[in-house]
């Protein structure tokens, strides 16, 4: 490990089904509390922390509302599940001294600021950990896409992708236990063989704009600060695999 930190600007995506922790669905805020803990100390060194966070744990357009309701409509309703995740992150953030400012995609400034990029970057600047929730604010879009926009918006140094599976394997490792695991894997390998641990619209435009992604398992927050601090965590996925 390090002994400073390795990037000076972050994007943390964080899965909604991964805030869940064993519960599967909604909160488990032993789980939330964890990984604030975790982002105040990535923060007190000087790390620079955007958020997406997902909104599964809650409802996903494209699977929960499959065939028994309007797409567009069921994406919206999972936008909405992600301000649920951000507002609790942003409670538990604040409660742990770390100043915190919700963005949404969709506007409801009861509640969040609209998402307008150069205010997300004078809030970066000045040390706020910023979260962006509604995903792109618009359907058939995913978070993980959001989550590349954000980065490249916010001229992100690298893209930390927690999610529940610890890195990227050449097959689905709960149906095959002799499934292998990458230290590395490029965009165009992760696309031609396709892998789903993020979805092609996401992976193509990390590649165009030069943002590499870390991808590990949020079930140790402690990953986040290992990855920030050099740790070679999970898997990561670029222009050209890591020797």
């Known amino acids: 490990m390090a002994a400073e930190p390795v990037y000076k600007r972050v994007l943390l995506k964080i899965s909604g089904e991964a805030l869940a922790g064993d519960k599967k669905n909604g909160l488990n805020f032993d789980v939330v509390s964890a990984v604030c803990g975790v982002v105040r100390r990535c923060a007190a060194l000087g790390v620079q922390v955007g958020i997406v966070v997902g909104g599964g744990n809650f409802w996903r357009g494209a699977k929960d509302g499959f065939g028994r309701m309007d797409r567009t409509r069921a994406d919206h309703m999972g936008m909405l599940a992600t301000v649920i995740n951000a507002l609790a992150l942003a409670d ?4 742990a001294g770390v100043d915190v400012r919700v963005q949404t995609a969709l506007e409801m400034r009861a509640i ?3 998402y307008v990029r150069l205010r997300a970057v ?3 600047e000045k040390g706020r950990v910023v979260i962006f929730a509604c995903g792109l604010g618009s359907p058939f879009f995913s978070t993980d896409t959001a989550a590349v926009l954000r980065a490249v918006e916010i001229d992100a140094d690298i893209i930390l992708l927690a ?3 610890d890195g990227v394997y050449d097959d689905d490792p709960a149906k095959n236990p002799q499934a292998k695991k990458y230290e590395s894997i490029t965009f165009d390998e992760l696309l031609s063989r396709h892998l789903a641990v993020m979805d092609s619209t996401a992976a193509s435009l990390s590649m165009d704009n030069h943002i590499p992604v870390i991808l590990f398992a949020l079930k140790d ?5 290992r990855v920030v601090m050099g740790d070679k965590i999970g898997t990561i996925v670029g222009k050209e695999t890591c020797k």
Do not use: S
């Open 92 to 95: 538990a953030l604040e409660r």
């Open 112 to 114: 969040a600021e609209p």
């Open 122 to 124: 004078r809030h970066l």
């Open 163 to 165: 999610k529940n599976i």
């Open 221 to 225: 927050p402690e990953n986040i600060f």
